[in-house]
């Protein structure tokens, strides 16, 4: 059965570095997304991307943040100068159309240290 | 805007008894409709879905979900609990004329007790 992927599994970084969050969405899929989740708390929205372009983001994605699908496959999150409390789950999902379904990957766990 | 509720953060149930997880909404337009479950360490794990049609569907793992429009309610329910279903559920909303993201609820802790 086809999954979204994420990689990597855990991240751990300095506060002010650059990390790259990488997820390969189900193939035929069209409507990509990242969603957050600091622990024990709500998965909240940050960004959804579709023909090669932002559709729709929420607060949280700042000007820190950017996404990128680079080649056929890739969808990638750039968070540029990390905070502390960007310290939280990273989930990257995606659907075939709209309204579907969103499947999501296993997540990415950020520490910023 | 849209939002969701999960009134309760824990619910117990027995094994073998049925289980009721609530979840009310609240949107501008037509609800698109979603449970997901999250399993320790995890990501989100489809469930079930109402678009439109008939008010009860059924899902995964032998869970169903019934829409209210008068209610604005989607109570996830399952006629036997097993251990194994023991986990965060989440419902989640959509507005048919809205945007793409879905706005999740914040969670419902399910303990199923042997």
């Known amino acids: 059965e086809p999954e979204v992927t994420q990689t990597p599994s855990h991240q751990v970084t300095q506060m002010g570095q650059e990390v790259i969050l990488r997820c390969v969405p189900i193939?035929?899929?069209?409507?990509f997304y990242w969603y957050r989740q600091i622990l024990g708390q709500k998965v909240e929205f940050l960004v959804s991307?579709?023909?090669?372009?932002?559709?729709?983001k929420s607060e949280i994605f700042d000007d820190q943040f950017s996404v990128e699908r680079p080649d056929g496959s890739n969808f990638t999150l750039k968070i540029r100068s990390t905070k502390l409390e960007d310290s939280a789950m990273y989930f990257c999902?995606?659907?075939?159309?709209?309204?579907?379904?969103?499947?999501f990957g296993p997540g990415t766990r950020l520490t910023v240290l | 805007a849209q939002s969701v509720a999960q009134p309760e953060d824990q619910v117990n149930v027995a094994e073998g008894n049925p289980l009721t997880v609530k979840c009310t909404y609240s949107?501008?337009?037509?609800?698109?409709l979603f449970w997901y479950v999250q399993y320790p360490n995890r990501g989100l794990q489809f469930l079930l879905k109402?678009?439109?049609?008939?008010?009860l569907v059924k899902g995964s793992y032998g869970f169903e979900a019934e829409f209210n429009k008068s209610q604005t309610s989607f109570h996830l329910k399952k006629p036997s609990a097993l251990v194994s279903d023991s986990a965060l559920y989440f419902c989640?909303?959509?507005?048919?004329?809205?945007?793409?993201?879905?706005?999740f609820g914040p969670g419902t802790r399910l303990s199923v007790l042997p």
């Open positions: 193939s035929n899929h069209l409507y």
């Open positions: 999902a995606s659907s075939e159309a709209l309204y579907n379904e969103q499947f």
């Open positions: 949107v501008s337009g037509n609800p698109y």
């Open positions: 109402y678009i439109t049609g008939d008010n």
């Open positions: 991307f579709y023909n090669n372009e932002i559709s729709e």
């Open positions: 989640a909303v959509r507005a048919d004329n809205y945007g793409q993201n879905f706005v």
